[in-house]
């Protein structure tokens, strides 16, 4: 059973700050998802990485995978307010007949 | 808006009630998804539709009972519930099979069991 575990689970940090979320899966896969959630909303879709090495950029984030270590990373840098939120990786398995599995999540909270 | 739409967006029901939440997408999307989201829990896949065919159950119990009677509409049936099932639900859509598989979400159902 694929197992994926994101950490830390809360974060709190300083404006300006950089800062990295990690997560880990536990069986082969070649695709990995960034969502944000913001209190009370649904999820919103930042990356898909789709292959080893798979390096994406959006602002202030950055998510990289490495499928051999079966990890990926979301880098924030110079950290601002609007980034507080819950942000969640997923990998997807069985391709073809779909199951998308989420992390357990890291709620990130700036403080100014 | 990310094109799939859920209703109610909040719904409060009583343990002998049977309700039923609905999604809908037009993205052409095959697969679809329904995810529980409690307050101290990650996020729990509860079922999988893959071409209308049902591919993953995750042990949920059969008070909740779902239905995918095309592929562009999701239902979960709910009855005799329980207040541990307050929670927000997720409906989320796919396109299975292609490369830039990326799952979408609607905005989720709130539920309360009184």
């Known amino acids: 059973e694929l197992k994926v575990e994101q950490n830390p689970l809360f974060l709190s940090m300083q404006e300006g700050k950089n800062y990295t979320i990690y997560c880990n899966y536990s069986t082969t896969s070649d695709r990995l998802y960034w969502y944000r959630q913001d209190p009370g909303k649904s999820l919103e879709s930042l990356f898909v990485?789709?292959?080893?090495?798979a390096v994406k950029q959006e602002g202030r984030l950055m998510a990289s995978l490495d499928t051999k270590a079966r990890l990926s990373t979301l880098h924030i840098t110079a950290a601002v307010h609007d980034l507080s939120a819950t942000y969640f990786c997923?990998?997807?398995?069985?391709?073809?007949?779909?199951?998308?599995?989420f992390g357990t999540g890291t709620r990130l909270t700036i403080i100014p | 808006e990310t094109g799939v739409t859920q209703t109610p967006r909040h719904l409060v029901m009583g343990m002998t009630n049977k309700k039923s939440l609905k999604c809908e997408q037009h993205?052409?999307?095959?697969?679809m998804y329904w995810y529980k989201q409690s307050a101290k829990k990650p996020l729990e896949l509860m079922f999988v539709y893959n071409f209308k065919e049902q591919t993953e159950n995750n042990s949920v119990p059969s008070r909740f009972s779902p239905e995918c009677p095309n592929s562009s509409h999701l239902f979960l049936h709910l009855h005799t519930l329980q207040p541990e099932d307050s929670a927000l639900y997720l409906c989320a859509s796919s396109a299975p099979g292609t490369m830039n598989t990326e799952a979408f979400f609607g905005q989720g159902t709130r539920l309360t069991v009184v």
């Open positions: 990485l789709l292959s080893n090495g």
């Open positions: 993205l052409g999307h095959n697969a």
């Open positions: 997923a990998v997807l398995s069985n391709f073809g007949n779909e199951k998308l599995t």
